[in-house]
């Protein structure tokens, strides 16, 4: 069997922090066994190899997000990236067309599809090896994983199950998106399950669905469509018009961290950066990453956090409407993550028909800026800490605390890190050119 885990969305509801350029699954906020912090992707790859599915598992996320995902796995696992984000079906068929294509898989071969940011122990995962036996036996095309409701929620969707025999699984009888509450409580009297997002089915299935919609049975050609695709999900395009499933139930840990409400539940201390939280405030949490200190006095059940991308102050069950505003706002990126390091803007001034942007770059150990041509006009790295080793037309030096470097128009230039390096970048534009953030 292989795993397909999909890193999809930009975690909208998780802002300031998450955004287009970092999603929710990359945040370092949960305890990590042993102490320290880790992200979901980190807890999910860890999970993988501890359940015996790391071999196999290959992680499908947009090209922005590639060297952040090989990252944040520490490069486990094969990254494959999409152009555009086309939604979950598109992402699992090319998740499977990879897969195919390099004869890493089979046609008769099971592939399990599952998001990248699932919240769930380990148990949950051990399950998925039970997919292989139960298509088999059950002589179904599609294997689901839910769990048992904690409460009725209209967040999630249900799946709702028939009566089975002895076997774990059960068929599945129907699918709901999203109830309102009052169906919710109907829903879990009816035993219903929340939908986890995890499918099962033969490779040969995807092909022939994929035949069946006119679509290339090659990752490149279906790549060249991208563009011009509609959003298709999995649920829609494929498991509510299966005839033949079935669900397995899992009864033990599954959550979806997506919002503040349920991603604070999981903190392991009311405060996460600079600033406290006093007075009569509880079940508040602080979340700060700036360097000035955000403090809470007297007032209960918030989340206040803070990033480069801004400030949020919230009652936690009316968190969630930060998505809605987000959208109707500014798309401008003041904060970002790679495979080298982070960049955080500082400063962005128009004058004139030039942009001066000011940045401070942080290079992880060992990691470099390959040499390239400078962006239009002119640029100067200032270096605030760390030692490594400067690179121009070819030629090396010494990069230490308190130099300065300046790149001329067209100049090749790099920059290596021997130990961690902090820098500010002050660059010069013209106004009409994009500027181009460090990826």
């Known amino acids: 069997m292989h795993t397909i885990l999909l890193c999809g969305g930009s975690g909208q509801r998780l802002w300031p922090l998450s955004g287009r350029i970092r999603s929710k699954m990359y945040l370092e906020l949960l305890p990590a066994p042993g102490g320290g912090k880790e992200s979901m992707i980190g807890r999910v790859s860890r999970q993988l190899e501890q359940t015996g599915l790391g071999e196999t598992a290959l992680f499908v996320t947009h090209r922005d997000q590639l060297a952040l995902t090989r990252r944040y796995t520490r490069?486990?696992?094969?990254?494959?990236?999409?152009?555009?984000?086309?939604?979950?079906?598109?992402?699992?068929?090319?998740?499977?067309?990879?897969?195919?294509?390099?004869?890493?898989?089979?046609?008769?071969?099971?592939?399990?599809?599952?998001?990248?940011?699932?919240?769930?122990?380990?148990?949950?995962?051990?399950?998925?090896?039970?997919?292989?036996?139960?298509?088999?036996?059950?002589?179904?095309?599609?294997?689901?994983?839910?769990?048992?409701?904690?409460?009725p929620s209209d967040q999630y969707g249900y799946i709702v199950p028939g009566k089975g025999g002895p076997e774990a699984y059960a068929p599945v009888v129907a699918f709901e998106e999203k109830p309102d509450i009052a169906r919710a409580q109907q829903l879990l009297k009816d035993q219903a399950l929340w939908n986890c997002g995890v499918f099962?089915?033969?490779?040969?299935?995807?092909?022939?669905?994929?035949?069946?919609?006119?679509?290339?049975?090659?990752?490149?050609?279906?790549?060249?469509?991208?563009?011009?695709?509609?959003?298709?999900?999995?649920?829609?395009?494929?498991?509510?018009?299966?005839?033949?499933?079935?669900?397995l139930p899992h009864e033990g840990e599954w959550r979806d961290l997506g919002s503040w409400s349920t991603l604070s539940?999981?903190?392991?201390?009311?405060?996460?950066?600079?600033?406290?939280?006093?007075?009569?405030?509880?079940?508040?949490?602080?979340?700060?990453?700036?360097?000035?200190?955000?403090?809470?006095?007297?007032?209960?059940?918030i989340i206040a956090v803070g990033?480069?991308?801004?400030?949020?102050?919230?009652?936690?069950?009316?968190?969630n409407a930060i998505k809605d505003i987000q959208q109707a706002g500014?798309?401008?990126?003041?904060?970002?993550?790679?495979?080298?390091?982070?960049?955080?803007?500082?400063d962005r001034t128009v004058s004139g028909t030039q942009v001066v942007v000011t940045m401070k770059l942080s290079l992880l150990p060992g990691q470099r800026f390959t040499e390239s041509p400078s962006l239009p006009a002119r640029k100067s790295w200032?270096?605030?800490?760390?030692?490594?080793?400067?690179?121009?037309?070819?030629?090396?030096?010494?990069?230490?605390?308190?130099?300065?470097?300046?790149?001329?128009?067209?100049?090749?230039?790099?920059?290596?890190?021997?130990?961690?390096?902090?820098?500010?970048?002050?660059?010069?534009?013209?106004?009409?050119?994009?500027?181009?953030?460090?990826?």
């Open 382 to 439: 200032i270096i605030l800490s760390g030692q490594g080793e400067y690179l121009r037309e070819g030629t090396a030096e010494a990069a230490r605390t308190g130099d300065i470097f300046t790149m001329a128009r067209g100049e090749l230039h790099g920059l290596k890190a021997y130990t961690a390096l902090s820098l500010l970048e002050i660059r010069i534009c013209d106004h009409e050119d994009e500027l181009r953030l460090p990826t």
């Open 307 to 319: 990033s480069p991308e801004g400030i949020l102050v919230a009652d936690k069950g009316e968190a």
């Open 75 to 151: 490069d486990r696992y094969p990254v494959i990236g999409e152009p555009e984000k086309r939604g979950t079906f598109t992402a699992a068929a090319l998740g499977a067309l990879y897969l195919y294509s390099s004869g890493k898989a089979k046609p008769e071969d099971i592939l399990c599809v599952a998001p990248a940011d699932m919240f769930a122990d380990d148990g949950f995962f051990r399950l998925f090896h039970q997919f292989t036996d139960i298509l088999s036996s059950s002589q179904a095309d599609l294997a689901l994983l839910g769990t048992r409701p904690a409460y």
């Open 330 to 346: 500014s798309d401008m990126t003041r904060y970002g993550e790679s495979d080298w390091g982070s960049y955080t803007v500082i």
């Open 200 to 247: 099962a089915f033969p490779l040969s299935m995807m092909l022939a669905k994929l035949e069946q919609m006119g679509l290339p049975l090659e990752p490149a050609p279906l790549i060249d469509q991208y563009p011009g695709l509609p959003v298709r999900s999995f649920d829609k395009e494929v498991a509510e018009r299966c005839h033949r499933a079935v669900v």
């Open 265 to 301: 539940s999981e903190l392991s201390e009311p405060v996460t950066g600079a600033g406290g939280i006093w007075g009569a405030s509880r079940d508040s949490h602080i979340v700060n990453q700036l360097d000035i200190p955000l403090h809470v006095i007297g007032v209960p059940g």
